[in-house]
């Protein structure tokens, strides 16, 4: 019996769909397949008792299931999401130095965190790479730290994760503007080279951020005090002062910080880079943001900037944990009442990827389960500029999650397929 493949030639009557001849091949990517009797997750509806169509890693159907028909693969009748799409996450970092002294290699790093984001259902992610002057954990320089990072995600093969990089631009280092010009004049050539007969890839992600005391993030002061006393062990008195030295150093370099934003405003308005505007606090600051050719929002700290992002057509970004946990842990406005308000395009692991289906459930319960679901895959999709992926219709690529939503109130992912090709 043969296999027929896609919406108009897929035969109700067949019994089985076959298995290729030399069986399911364990640990790669399917390319070609039925999913069968799932409810399916699309933009705007859940459609009970579905099968999607899979031809050469690409959605092509997704229909109801005719009865009579048994799938290559029984969803038993659990949520089929489209793959979750990250893009925002420092956790790399804490996988490669889960203590203090204890660095692991960048490679071995990577391979671990893949077998973590495969269980949270994520199948593309934004790793943060910081182009900047402050200190890390771990032996590194911050700017050697961001290129090593950028060299393991480069150098990952077609794997069941897109790896990609979130570049983290702070506006006080000219070495880390620097680097990151060296790295984007690299990553052009590249492209340049493999250019074919393929869709042109957006160009790279880049964040240019401000964590000066008193603005953004840490608009109240108080919270990176506390921060620092948390995270770091200083005593008040050490973080008081440590407060007040980057506040002093932050004056003293604006003359740089003009510098940068020049800089990363022409690569903007040029097109050679996808340019984010990290914790934005004001109508103004948006305002200032779209000057520069910036399209997102990441991480809004007020409702004014994130009304104000809304009204001129930015995507907003909040993150996952703030959702789950109803408010941010730095005391800025709550992604709960972003997304009530209709504030909200993408939500972002930030620092734990599971969060993301966690924050779906929740999301669910504000704004229905459609809309909660493209929080994780249709928006961050967008914010990437990725057209080829983030929902569950024919010519996408087929990056898909089944999820338990029966036992208990969590959504557990059961299983991850990814499409042939990562890249």
Avoid at 133 to 138: A, L, P, S, Y
Avoid at 184 to 194: E, I
Avoid at 293 to 301: I, L, N, S
Wanted: a negative charge; glycine letters at 10%.
């Amino acid at each position: 019996m043969s296999r027929a493949f896609g919406a108009a030639t897929l035969d109700p009557e067949v019994v089985v769909a076959h298995a290729p001849e030399s069986g399911w091949p364990l640990g790669r990517a399917l390319s070609d397949y039925v999913l069968g009797d799932v409810r399916a997750v699309l933009p705007d509806r859940v459609l009970d008792r579905a099968r999607i169509v899979v031809e050469g890693g690409r959605i092509t159907a997704v229909e109801p299931h005719p009865g009579g028909f048994r799938a290559d693969l029984d969803g038993r009748g659990m949520l089929a999401l489209p793959g979750l799409v990250d893009c925002h996450s420092d956790a790399l970092e804490i996988e490669r130095l889960p203590r203090p002294t204890a660095p692991l290699p960048w490679d071995f790093a990577i391979a671990s965190f893949e077998a973590k984001l495969r269980a949270a259902g994520v199948t593309t992610i934004f790793h943060g790479a910081g182009f900047r002057t402050k200190q890390v954990r771990g032996g590194e320089g911050p700017i050697e730290h961001a290129l090593h990072l950028c060299e393991v995600v480069d150098a990952q093969p077609d794997t069941a994760v897109d790896h990609r990089v979130l570049h983290r631009l702070d506006l006080y280092t000219l070495e880390g503007k620097d680097a990151l010009a060296a790295r984007l004049d690299a990553l052009a050539a590249q492209a340049s080279a493999h250019a074919g007969g393929e869709p042109a890839a957006p160009p790279p992600l880049v964040s240019h951020e401000d964590h000066t005391p008193g603005r953004g993030q840490y608009a109240d002061p108080e919270y990176l005090v506390a921060y620092m006393m948390g995270a770091d062990g200083r005593t008040r008195a050490e973080a008081e002062a440590l407060v007040e030295e980057m506040r002093r150093e932050a004056e003293e370099a604006e003359p740089v910080r003009r510098e940068i934003l020049d800089w990363v405003t022409r690569a903007s308005l040029e097109g050679r880079i996808r340019l984010l505007g990290h914790d934005p606090d004001s109508a103004e600051a948006i305002d200032e943001l779209a000057t520069r050719g910036v399209q997102v929002a990441e991480f809004p700290t007020t409702l004014e900037a994130a009304e104000r992002a809304t009204e001129l057509g930015m995507l907003t970004v909040a993150g996952a944990p703030n959702l789950m946990r109803g408010g941010s842990h730095s005391g800025n406005v709550s992604a709960v009442e972003l997304a009530s308000r209709g504030l909200l395009d993408a939500l972002a692991s930030d620092y734990m990827p599971s969060a993301l289906l966690g924050a779906t459930r929740d999301a669910a319960r504000l704004v229905g389960l459609p809309a909660a679901v493209g929080f994780v895959t249709s928006g961050p999709a967008r914010v990437a500029g990725l057209e080829d992926r983030g929902a569950l219709v024919p010519g996408k690529r087929a990056d898909l999650v089944i999820v338990d939503d029966s036992r208990g109130p969590w959504l557990r992912p059961v299983e991850t397929l990814t499409a042939v090709s990562t890249r």
